[in-house]
T-cell receptor, first 112, second 118 residues
Framework: DQQVKQNSPSLSVQEGRISILNCDYTNSMFDYFLWYKKYPAEGPTFLISISSIKDKNEDGRFTVFLNKSAKHLSLHIVPSQPGDSAVYFCAASAGSGYALNFGKGTSLLVTP | EAGVAQSPRYKIIEKRQSVAFWCNPISGHATLYWYQQILGQGPKLLIQFQNNGVVDDSQLPKDRFSAERLKGVDSTLKIQPAKLEDSAVYLC????????????????FGAGSRLTVL
């Protein structure tokens, strides 16, 4: 059963605009959420995270929003750059040090 | 710090043959994970080690997959015999692990080992 869902397989955005990637989860025990970025032929790299005690976390151009009541999180990239073109995975864990459950990923294409 | 090292990067085998993948985690990382990523899917956990003990292997197909982490450092993942559906990228990751003050949930991944079963 897919406990972390990314319902948009792909997204195309113009350079300079905002990219919004969405993620839903079903397991109410999840308390830590992460976004990973993956380029072809490379492993996923950590981008940004948020714990369930917060509703927003910001790091430069990247902001993650968490809506616990809706079991929904989103990643905002502003402004989007061509180098941001990659597959983005949403992941969640239930407790410190536990394995991550991943979504299927959203492929982001940022066009010049 | 050096990243997570994996080998081989690519492997092509016939079905029913065996294959082994090796992983060297980041120095000092107590927890090591093996994930399977099938094309178009997200990574799926196969097994999690804390030092040299198994924390979770509930999704490991134990009739054909085995993994070990000797001395709590390097790890090997073996598939014997391989099936067509085992074609995937096998990702190794490590983290500071349970009890770490920070970064317990942040996994650092290796580049992966791509397996093709013909």
């Amino acid at each position: 059963d897919q406990q972390v869902k990314q319902n948009s397989p792909s997204l195309s955005v113009q350079e300079g605009r905002i990219s919004i990637l969405n993620c839903d989860y079903t397991n109410s025990m999840f308390d830590y959420f992460l976004w990973y970025k993956k380029y072809p032929a490379e492993g996923p790299t950590f981008l940004i995270s948020i714990s369930s005690i917060k509703d927003k976390n910001e790091d430069g151009r990247f902001t993650v929003f968490l809506n616990k009541s809706a079991k929904h999180l989103s990643l905002h990239i502003v402004p989007s750059q061509p180098g941001d073109s990659a597959v983005y995975f949403c992941a969640a864990s239930a407790g410190s040090g536990y394995a991550l459950n991943f979504g299927k990923g959203t492929s982001l294409l940022v066009t010049p | 710090e050096a990243g997570v090292a994996q080998s081989p990067r690519y492997k092509i085998i016939e079905k029913r043959q065996s294959v082994a993948f090796w992983c060297n985690p980041i120095s000092g990382h107590a927890t090591l994970y093996w994930y399977q990523q099938i094309l178009g899917q997200g990574p799926k956990l196969l097994i999690q080690f804390q030092n040299n003990g198994v924390v979770d292997d509930s999704q490991l197909p134990k009739d054909r997959f085995s993994a070990e982490r000797l001395k709590g450092v390097d790890s090997t993942l073996k598939i014997q015999p391989a099936k067509l559906e085992d074609s995937a990228v096998y990702l190794c990751a490590s983290s500071r692990g349970q009890g770490a003050l920070t970064g317990a949930n942040v996994l650092t991944f290796g580049a992966g080992s791509r397996l093709t079963v013909l």
